[in-house]
């Protein structure tokens, strides 16, 4: 096992929730990684990316402002901090992992070669 996510949750809406995932290290060092999630009856979509030193990130329009996306490199762990929760924010989220030296700008979804398991989020009204 590559990318080990961590537990999701059921949170009410307007309620925070951090989701973190530990990799290898031969996959984390200067790879670019991700969190995805795929919403019921929707496909994957992609949330939050950031580069392997953690000096650019970007975001879903959706979750600009009430997600962060951060990493550690000593800990080999990504997390995804998730603030002022949506109802439509419920979904099964990825961690994911481009392969070693990818750069952040030019990476596309079909580039991230690692997934963790997937974690179930639940977001009542």
């Known amino acids: 096992v590559q990318l080990q996510a961590s537990a999701g949750g059921l949170v009410q809406a307007g309620g925070s929730l951090r989701l973190s995932c530990a990799a290898s290290?031969?996959?984390?060092?200067?790879?670019?990684m991700a969190w995805f999630r795929r919403a019921p009856g929707k496909g994957r979509e992609i949330v939050a990316a950031i580069s392997w030193n953690g000096g650019k990130r970007d975001y879903a329009d959706s979750v600009k402002g009430r997600f962060t996306i951060f990493r550690d490199n000593i800990e080999n762990t990504v997390a995804l901090r998730m603030n002022s929760l949506k109802p439509e924010d419920t979904a099964v989220y990825y961690c994911?992992?481009?392969?070693?030296?990818?750069?952040?700008?030019?990476?596309?979804?079909?580039?991230?070669?690692?997934w963790g398991q997937g974690t179930e989020v639940t977001v009542s009204s």
């Open positions: 994911a992992a481009t392969p070693e030296n990818y750069y952040f700008d030019s990476v596309r979804p079909i580039d991230y070669r690692f």
């Open positions: 290290v031969r996959i984390f060092g200067t790879s670019v």
